[in-house]
């Protein structure tokens, strides 16, 4: 079974999926950190995405391993947001990722989370949430969690949206079968709580 969690970043996706696995005993999935690592290994070796898109080796878990080094760091500091950001706008990079991706939920119970994970990723997955939340929430969350100042993110966090949803290929968009969520004012537990009931609707 797959809960796939899209949603634009700061939305709470990290916490609330991570928390629904936990509460369902599902295995998580954070589509976004392969996309880190790709747009990474190419900031680091300036190349373009597409070349190294094919060639890492990425390992998700407690830690994120990119070709056998920890960078679980690494991929979250702004530079590699940017590239990151950058590295998904490529249509090569998304059809390698996404292959690895619906090979990875083909098996056992997930909770997914991405931009893309309901419409193009596992457009069958048993359970759609999209999660939104308003522009200076998400930046003000962003920024506690690393330590960086509101104004900052919420100019880059902007510029991001834009590239997200306005993209040609698999931009961010709410599939038409999926349940929205705003997580304005809501805390993590009442998100986890509403995802964890459609969760239970589907069994
Ligand atoms: O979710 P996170 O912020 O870690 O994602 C990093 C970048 O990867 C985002 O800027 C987004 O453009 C991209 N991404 C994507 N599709 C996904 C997950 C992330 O395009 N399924």
Redesign the pocket.
Known sequence: MVVAI?GP?GAG??SVARAVAAALGFTYL???????CV?LAAFERGAEPAEVAGEVRIELGERILLDGRDVTDA??TPEA?EA??R???DPVV?RA??TQ?QRIVADGDWVA?????GT??APDAAVKVFLTASPEERARRRAVQIGADVATVLAEQTI?DE??TT?EH?P?AAADDAVALDTTGLSLEDVVARVTALVAEQR
């Open positions: 899209d970043a996706k990290s954070d589509s976004g950190a392969m996309y880190r747009g991929i979250r947001s990151a950001s590295a998904a706008a998304r990722l996404v991706q989370e991405g931009r893309d994970i193009v990723v991001r590239r997200d993209r698999d961010l």
